[in-house]
């Protein structure tokens, strides 16, 4: 498991690095690849992230990257960010699975959005409260890690 890791995390992300993003600007990428990746309306994340990218010059590919690789944790906190939302504003919880959302996708994207809007109003309002406290927190924590490895290739590189 840690080779797979090293070989499917670690190393692109090393590769990032000696391709000459800075460390700031792959922190960037990762921190809100990540954050704006689990945003809980299916769809969305990816044309907002590429519009961030290119207002930022951030990496469009590294951004987009991480997006794709977050999607299986977007639809595991789908629900829970629903809950954040429906606590919030005191409603009543709704029955929801998973299932019965992507069942409803298949029948339509405007079908699904006018049956679910509750559902999404919520998680949009869970994921405002918790995602870009996220994304900061996320960002500050990869940025000196990303600097430290940053440094290290530097001087291994270094004749």
Do not use: K
């Amino acid at each position: 498991m840690v080779e797979f890791l090293r070989r499917r995390l670690v190393e692109p992300v090393l590769a990032l690095l000696r391709q000459g993003l800075t460390p700031r600007e792959l922190a960037l990428c990762l921190a809100l690849g990540t954050g704006i990746g689990l945003f809980p309306v299916l769809g969305v994340s990816t044309p907002l992230l590429a519009v961030i990218a290119l207002v930022w010059r951030l990496n469009l590919a590294a951004i987009q990257l991480v997006n794709y690789l977050i999607y299986p944790l977007q639809l595991l906190l789908i629900i829970p960010f629903v809950r954040i939302g429906e606590a919030l504003t005191g409603a009543a919880p709704q029955p929801l699975t998973i299932t019965a959302g992507l069942e409803l996708m298949s029948q339509g994207v405007w079908q699904a959005v006018v049956t679910l809007w509750d559902a999404i109003f919520h998680a949009t309002l869970g994921w405002v409260l918790l995602g870009p406290a996220g994304i900061y927190v996320l960002y500050r924590l990869l940025e000196p890690m990303l600097r430290r490895a940053s440094q290290r290739l530097t001087s291994a590189d270094a004749p």
